[in-house]
T-cell receptor, first 115, second 116 residues
Framework: EDKVVQSPLSLVVHEGDTVTLNCSYEVTNFRSLLWYKQEKKAPTFLFMLTSSGIEKKSGRLSSILDKKELFSILNITATQTGDSAVYLCAVEARAGGTSYGKLTFGQGTILTVHP | KAGVTQTPRYLIKTRGQQVTLSCSPISGHRSVSWYQQTPGQGLQFLFEYFSETQRNKGNFPGRFSGRQFSNSRSEMNVSTLELGDSALYLC???????????????FGPGTRLTVL
């Protein structure tokens, strides 16, 4: 069964700090790894990493995928209070059978950024 | 482009009742996946529909069912509600392309179901 483990489960920092969130996974026939940000509403898509795209960057957020070691990290630099949220990591297996449309999520990392 | 919409946003039911939730995907998306989110179990996959066909189902009892219409809108139904069904129900849509890359799923705002 596919498995995703995130660490740490919670993190408290001050504005301006840099944080690194971790995601390790076990999945049969890996296809992609996705990062989402969830505030008090629906998860918002951040990045998708695949075999052909193992690094992504958008503003202060960046992410890398290590397919050999089966993990990904999400970095946030110069954190702001608006970055406070739950960050979710999910993996998608290659389409077919029990994989269609299914994302397997980790428990999430609760990030709190104090002013 | 309009995002994924879900109705209703909040619902309160009593044990034994049934409920129907609705999801309208992003225009052009043909795949709709449903998830249940609870504090204890996190986000868990319920099922996925593509072109009116259920292609995949998670480990939930038969009380949880769904369907998809020709315009890709989807509904999920929970019958004989139990207290443990209280959760945030999220739907997500994607193109579900058959290619080497992945398929981003975009989530709706969810329906918060409370079972009393």
């Amino acid at each position: 069964e596919d498995k995703v483990v995130q660490s740490p489960l919670s993190l408290v920092v001050h504005e301006g700090d840099t944080v690194t969130l971790n995601c390790s996974y076990e999945v049969t026939n890996f296809r992609s790894l996705l990062w989402y940000k969830q505030e008090k509403k629906a998860p918002t898509f951040l990045f998708m990493l695949t075999s052909s795209g193992i690094e992504k960057k958008s503003g202060r957020l960046s992410s890398i995928l290590d397919k050999k070691e089966l993990f990904s990290i999400l970095n946030i630099t110069a954190t702001q209070t608006g970055d406070s949220a739950v960050y979710l990591c999910a993996v998608e297996a290659r389409a077919g059978g029990t994989s269609y449309g299914k994302l397997t999520f980790g428990q999430g990392t609760i990030l709190t950024v104090h002013p | 482009k309009a995002g994924v919409t879900q109705t209703p946003r909040y619902l309160i039911k009593t044990r034994g009742q049934q409920v129907t939730l609705s999801c309208s995907p992003i225009s052009g998306h043909r795949s709709v996946s449903w998830y249940q989110q609870t504090p204890g179990q996190g986000l868990q996959f319920l099922f996925e529909y593509f072109s009116e066909t259920q292609r995949n189902k998670g480990n939930f009892p038969g009380r949880f069912s769904g369907r998809q219409f020709s315009n890709s809108r989807s509904e999920m139904n929970v019958s004989t509600l139990e207290l443990g069904d209280s959760a945030l129900y999220l739907c997500a849509s994607s193109y579900s392309l058959v290619w080497e890359g992945g398929n981003e799923q975009f989530f709706g705002p969810g329906t918060r179901l409370t079972v009393l």
